[in-house]
């Protein structure tokens, strides 16, 4: 007998779901989610890159109530807040704003200044996978724009998956589609994105560890460019750090 989830769910029923629907359109692997949890049960998270603002337009033309939050670090660029800004004009959507229980100076004198680059992990954890716990008790599943092409860590990304880090579900629509896809659905739509993607920033995320990257990088090049770490701890967290 399988792990029972919440509405009568099994794990064996998200494995299943994740073979029927791998080649679905992205909106019906959402409408999935919603169909068999209620809006209510989903958050999705959002941090305005190119795959999220697609992300973003597919979920609201399947239901316009689904939560959508961002984490606030405090440490995004300024082009990453006036595009939330220019989403949520475009969307008429609000942006639920997570944030850390530390500001920076409260940071500052309990780890030093520019934790960042002493101890990266402590700084995303502190400030990305901890209020994102928190943040996701309230809700049965969450949805994200990970997709398998992204990086080796991302690699075995189904599209509907049990997430053992946060113990809910999990929905990946956009886990198959490749970087030109996404950019078609933006285009097509024409939906607002992050200027800075027009200047080599492929993958943003804070401005203290994101630069652009250079021709022929890997796109997540540019992400703690220097240091070993590829991931800020959101995605693929080991059940042993929890
Ligand atoms: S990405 Fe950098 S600045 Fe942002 S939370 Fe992680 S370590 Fe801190």
């Not at 919603?34 to 999220?52: K, M, N, P, V, W």
């Amino acid at each position: 007998m399988g792990q029972n989830l919440k509405n009568d769910l099994l794990i064996e029923d998200l494995q299943q779901a994740a073979i029927d629907f791998k080649d679905e359109h992205p909106t019906e692997i959402i409408r999935w989610g919603i169909d068999r949890l209620g809006a209510s049960a989903f958050t999705l998270a959002c941090s305005f890159g190119y795959e999220d603002v697609a992300l973003v337009d597919m979920l609201l033309k399947v239901d316009p109530d689904v939560d959508i939050f961002y984490l606030d670090t405090d440490l995004h660029f300024s082009e990453t807040y006036e595009i939330r800004d220019r989403l949520h004009e475009y969307f008429q959507k609000e942006f639920t704003r997570v944030s850390p229980v530390l500001s920076l100076k409260q940071q500052a004198t309990e780890h030093g200044e520019k934790l960042w680059e002493k101890s990266p992990d402590i700084c995303c954890r502190i400030r990305k996978v901890e209020p994102l716990r928190n943040y996701l008790q309230g809700f049965e599943g969450w949805i994200t724009g990970i997709r398998r092409e992204q990086s080796p860590t991302r690699a075995n990304t189904e599209v509907i998956e049990y997430d053992q880090t946060f113990g809910l579900v999990k929905i990946n629509p956009l886990a198959f589609w490749d970087t030109k896809q996404v950019w078609n659905y933006i285009y097509e739509h024409q939906i607002p994105y992050n200027p800075l993607h027009d200047q080599n920033y492929p993958s943003i995320g804070c401005f203290p560890c994101t630069r652009p990257v250079r021709p022929g990088e890997d796109p997540r090049a540019g992400r703690w460019a220097g240091t070993q770490k590829i991931e800020c701890g959101l995605h693929n967290t080991p059940l042993e750090s929890k």
